[in-house]
């Protein structure tokens, strides 16, 4: 039986600092297809547009011309507030630095999610209550994020981009500040949603050890699609990374994780991903209904057990909530 097709993408390009002298072309004429239930890795070094291709496919940005399609939707002309719902809905995210709420515990931080969709907190929390057990970090539910390791913190990560049962997960850079040890644990996550649960996982990389993990492999450089491997489901089970690694990345000019040389877009790229970064961390730590912190620190230890929801309730864009986030920072400035 044929695949369904999870995401398409048509002539998109993505430009920084258009018009100026600065301008960067980040990503160039990007035409690719992602079936239901792979795994895909966009692989390739530093600067060469993989984490911008995988925000403009998630759409969390958006691109300077082309179409994405993402379960049959055109999310490029979306609304943000559209874009906001149908992310909610359909995508979920796992971020390199976790980005968890340091003043929530552990299952409030996953049960977070379903708060802005109305979910009582006794459904949001059985919800939560069986991906940690799921993950075996229940033991860790009533902890704050600052008590776990990195391999743990990364895991409750996970556990709340599944909590509204999203069919799609996007993963930049996930074990990229863990351990060889708690890396093969998170990974090993994702290949079990992925092959039980039927996931499509959609995993950033430069580390050509992972590459076993996929069914479908997509190698960037300089902001261009440069080739694509695809493998079936038994053919990844008997694959090692080390098959993979040499015919095609040792064949791309440049590919290399141990790179020096950065050049205008990997600078570019390296501005934008700490703007992703800084807006994600204000994000998280200032989700807001109404005007309303779902989430303000006590004592350490004291934690507010119910954000506050007001009816009805709102759909926010991430700049509304950043501008919320502002306008409060100056107020008690």
Not at 189 to 205: E, P
């Given at each position: 039986?044929?695949k369904?097709?999870?995401?398409?993408?048509?002539?998109?390009?993505?430009?920084?600092?258009?018009?100026?002298?600065?301008?960067?072309?980040?990503?160039?004429?990007?035409?690719?297809?992602?079936?239901?239930?792979?795994f895909?890795?966009?692989?390739?070094?530093?600067?060469?547009?993989?984490?911008?291709?995988?925000?403009?496919?998630?759409?969390?940005?958006?691109?300077?011309?082309g179409?994405?399609?993402?379960?049959?939707?055109?999310?490029?002309?979306?609304?943000?507030?559209?874009?906001?719902?149908?992310?909610?809905?359909?995508?979920?995210?796992?971020?390199?630095?976790?980005?968890?709420?340091?003043?929530?515990?552990?299952?409030?931080?996953?049960?977070?999610?379903?708060?802005?969709?109305?979910?009582?907190?006794?459904?949001?929390?059985?919800?939560a209550?069986?991906l940690?057990?799921?993950?075996?970090?229940?033991?860790?539910?009533?902890?704050?994020?600052?008590?776990?390791?990195?391999g743990?913190?990364?895991?409750?990560?996970i556990?709340?981009?599944?909590?509204?049962e999203?069919?799609?997960?996007?993963?930049?850079?996930?074990?990229?500040?863990?351990?060889?040890?708690?890396?093969?644990?998170?990974?090993?996550?994702?290949?079990?949603?992925?092959?039980?649960?039927?996931?499509?996982?959609?995993?950033?990389?430069?580390?050509?050890?992972?590459?076993?993990?996929?069914?479908?492999?997509?190698?960037?450089?300089d902001?261009?699609?440069?080739?694509?491997?695809?493998?079936?489901?038994?053919?990844?089970?008997?694959?090692?990374?080390?098959?993979?690694?040499?015919?095609?990345?040792?064949?791309?000019?440049?590919?290399?994780?141990?790179?020096?040389?950065?050049?205008?877009?990997?600078?570019?790229?390296a501005?934008?991903?700490?703007?992703?970064?800084e807006?994600?961390?204000?994000?998280?730590?200032?989700?807001?209904?109404?005007?309303?912190?779902?989430?303000?620190?006590?004592?350490?230890?004291?934690?507010?057990t119910?954000?506050?929801?007001?009816?009805?309730?709102?759909?926010?864009?991430?700049?509304?909530?950043?501008?919320?986030?502002?306008?409060q920072?100056?107020?008690?400035?």
């Amino acid at each position: 039986m044929e695949k369904e097709i999870a995401i398409k993408t048509e002539n998109v390009n993505v430009i920084y600092d258009w018009g100026k002298p600065s301008e960067t072309k980040a990503l160039s004429d990007i035409n690719t297809t992602i079936y239901e239930e792979d795994f895909v890795i966009f692989f390739g070094p530093s600067g060469c547009g993989k984490s911008t291709m995988l925000y403009t496919v998630s759409g969390i940005e958006k691109p300077t011309s082309g179409k994405i399609f993402v379960l049959g939707k055109n999310i490029t002309e979306f609304s943000p507030m559209e874009s906001a719902k149908f992310h909610r809905a359909q995508i979920g995210m796992v971020f390199q630095a976790y980005n968890l709420i340091p003043t929530l515990t552990v299952i409030d931080n996953v049960a977070l999610p379903q708060v802005f969709r109305g979910i009582s907190r006794e459904k949001r929390l059985l919800r939560a209550k069986i991906l940690l057990q799921r993950f075996d970090i229940l033991p860790q539910a009533d902890r704050l994020p600052s008590e776990l390791s990195g391999g743990q913190q990364q895991r409750v990560g996970i556990a709340r981009a599944l909590i509204n049962e999203q069919p799609i997960i996007f993963a930049d850079e996930p074990v990229g500040n863990l351990d060889s040890k708690s890396a093969k644990i998170v990974l090993d996550i994702l290949y079990d949603l992925n092959v039980k649960d039927k996931k499509t996982v959609i995993l950033v990389t430069h580390d050509p050890s992972l590459l076993k993990y996929a069914t479908h492999i997509i190698y960037m450089k300089d902001g261009f699609i440069v080739g694509e491997k695809r493998f079936s489901p038994k053919q990844r089970e008997v694959t090692v990374s080390s098959q993979l690694e040499q015919p095609f990345v040792s064949s791309l000019s440049g590919f290399s994780s141990q790179s020096t040389t950065i050049s205008p877009i990997e600078s570019s790229a390296a501005e934008k991903s700490k703007k992703r970064e800084e807006m994600a961390k204000e994000l998280v730590e200032t989700m807001q209904i109404d005007g309303t912190e779902t989430a303000r620190a006590v004592e350490p230890k004291i934690i507010q057990t119910e954000p506050k929801i007001t009816a009805p309730q709102k759909e926010l864009t991430i700049g509304e909530l950043i501008k919320g986030n502002r306008e409060q920072e100056q107020i008690k400035k």
